[in-house]
């Protein structure tokens, strides 16, 4: 599994009481406990995005009498990575393959057989020596078979390697509090106080099951003008405040992720998952109120 080069973020060993009358903080053992649960659910999320990523491997088809080429250590420059990796947590794997013809003749056959349910996403030719092809395929969101096609002295030498994405835990103390029975929303342009328990209760659970911005991924991020923000204000019965998010008006993701607080302590930022619709836009067709950038 690879990462950007940042240090993963440290997961927080102290929970703080959320307001007057809630239980005690938990004890430290208790805390350890939940943090080793995590890191045990990311550890196994890990291992089977990997065994998914050799399973993906072996459908590569590679031409005809080609051989595996174990010997790596020649090959450098093109052939040291099969494209950009994905944005977020993934595990890779990758094998070698060598055939005696021609560059466009290896090209040409993989081509016309490119695993089923990938598409090419895209391709990039290196006119420098060694000649290379860089492809780029795609099965869903999160799964991508690259593949570098470089011609050596004497040989083509074809790097193919497969990368599935996994998504990191969310710590269950880093949910919206269990009191929460009203959510105030406000926009630069009105507000809205939701009451009705149906929608306070699917709003917190599309929120709850949003996942944590990857920790330890760097990329670098445009710079941005302030913007129309949508704040969550999660309230008590009573009206008193329990925890507040803010959402960008758009697809939250790590650029431009969802901040949120509990208690006033501030959380791990949150992103869409990106298999449906982003929260910003489930809670704009829920509540009627327009919190979307045009185009977004």
Not at 13 to 37: F, H, N, Q
Not at 148 to 167: C, D, F, H, N, Y
Not at 208 to 226: F, K, M, N, Q, Y
Not at 258 to 266: E, V
């Amino acid at each position: 599994m690879r990462r950007f080069l940042l240090p993963a973020t440290a997961l927080v060993l102290v929970v703080t009481a959320c307001g007057a009358g809630s239980k005690p903080a938990p004890r430290l053992a208790e805390v350890r406990a939940r943090v080793s649960s995590v890191q045990a659910l990311a550890a196994q999320r890990k291992r089977a995005a990997l065994s998914e990523a050799r399973r993906l491997l072996r459908e590569f088809v590679p031409p005809p009498a080609a051989q595996r080429d174990p010997a790596q250590r020649d090959h450098g420059g093109a052939l040291d990575s099969s494209g950009p990796d994905p944005v977020g947590e993934y595990a890779g794997t990758h094998r070698f393959w060598r055939v005696h013809e021609s560059l466009k003749a290896a090209v040409a056959f993989l081509r016309t057989h490119d695993p089923h349910g990938f598409r090419s996403m895209s391709a990039t030719y290196g006119s420098s020596r060694p000649h290379y092809l860089t492809r780029i395929l795609a099965r869903g969101r999160s799964r991508f078979l690259n593949e570098t096609i470089a011609q050596l002295p004497g040989r083509t030498v074809i790097r193919v390697e497969a990368k599935v994405g996994w998504i990191y835990p969310r710590s269950p103390r880093e949910k919206v509090p269990a009191q929460t029975s009203k959510i105030v929303v406000n926009t630069p342009a009105t507000s809205k106080t939701v009451t009705d328990p149906a929608q306070v209760a699917r709003i917190v659970r599309w929120f709850d099951a949003l996942p944590v911005s990857p920790p330890g991924i760097a990329i670098p991020c445009p710079l941005e003008t302030a913007q129309d923000d949508t704040t969550l204000s999660f309230r008590s019965a009573n009206g008193a405040w329990l925890a507040e998010a803010k959402l960008p008006p758009r697809t939250a993701w790590i650029c431009d992720a969802i901040a949120f607080r509990i208690a006033g302590k501030t959380e791990r930022p949150l992103v869409d998952g990106g298999s449906r619709e982003s929260f910003v836009r489930r809670l704009q067709g829920l509540l009627g109120l327009k919190l979307i950038e045009t185009n977004r």
